[in-house]
């Protein structure tokens, strides 16, 4: 068994029995877990994250393709996760169920399995997309708005570079073309790291 399986076995069994009779399957990480040359860290999986059980499905992963093709990655050359491995709902105004942001209780319940999880991986870099990962990994002080397209030094020590969440793009336009530079200076990054080896 590898290190990432004995961490998710051992995170299965601690989240069963948290929720008695609430249905809260949890999203893994998923793709290459061999000292990958990136791990991109998420908020939470969405609706069709939980339906298909991958993380960046669905509308994440339409902005995960187009993130990968800017930053001339694959998807099999990364690993992809979140810091939340359940769905955080509430009801809309209508009654039907939505995504909402990760609460206090449920981010220090997962946020020492993630530091596991990359402990696992062992990535050369990790990429946060907003800033609940961000805050994760670093003193909890930084923002997007302060650190986007900046390498910093995560709680892992592994170096961090801190993107805008690309579905932010959909609400405010003009973070488009700042998204598109730092991936791109991400991209330019990433050459050095691998060149080094």
Request: positive net charge.
């Amino acid at each position: 068994m590898t290190a990432l399986q004995t961490v998710n076995q051992d995170m299965l069994a601690f989240f069963k029995p948290l929720w008695p009779g609430e249905d809260k399957p949890l999203v893994l990480g998923e793709g290459n877990a061999d000292r990958p040359v990136l791990m991109l860290i998420g908020e939470a999986p969405g609706e069709t994250e939980v339906i298909k059980r991958r993380p960046f499905v669905g509308k994440a992963g339409k902005n995960l393709d187009e993130f990968l093709q800017l930053a001339e990655l694959r998807r099999e050359e990364i690993y992809v996760s979140n810091v939340v491995k359940i769905r955080p709902t509430e009801s809309g105004p209508t009654g039907r169920t939505r995504n909402r942001a990760p609460n206090k209780e449920e981010l220090s319940l997962f946020i020492p399995w993630l530091l596991k999880e990359i402990e696992a991986v062992q990535p050369r870099a990790l990429v946060t997309l907003g800033n609940v990962p961000l805050k994760a990994l670093t003193d909890g002080k930084a923002t997007v708005g302060d650190c986007h397209g900046q390498w910093l030094r995560s709680l892992t020590g592994t170096p961090l570079f801190a993107l805008y969440h690309p579905a932010s793009i959909i609400y405010r336009r003009a973070l488009a073309p700042v998204y598109e530079q730092d991936v791109l200076a991400l991209a330019g990054s990433l050459k050095e790291i691998n060149a080094k080896g």
